[in-house]
């Protein structure tokens, strides 16, 4: 089962392929990040963090502390495409979090 993630405003910006996948994609499939710490925390490809899943959300935590670099995890395969998953409506309002940048979310 696919498990979509949101920004702030309620727009689909990632998914996982099913719930306990490591591997974070963007919206059209392209692998973006992943879970290495075994937490909601996810890195992007270079070790960097990405962002954060809070409920259905991914947002970025605006003081991260840094974990350590978490080394490359392999490539992930092709995920496809996951479909739409509609409209999440609009989330309020998350003390240390914002969205994480659209540059960051390019696959």
Known sequence: MTV???????NPIAFRRHPTDRFLFDKSGNWIGWFPWGDNDAAD??????GTVVGNRLLKRDFQ????????PGYPGY?????????????????????VPEASLKG
């Open 4 to 10: 979509f993630y949101f920004n702030n405003t309620g």
């Open 45 to 50: 490809k270079e070790g960097n963090y990405l």
């Open 65 to 72: 502390p840094y974990r350590g670099y978490p080394g490359y």
């Open 79 to 99: 995920a496809g495409y996951p479909g739409y998953p509609g409209f999440a409506g609009y989330s309020g309002y998350h003390s240390g979090f914002s969205d």
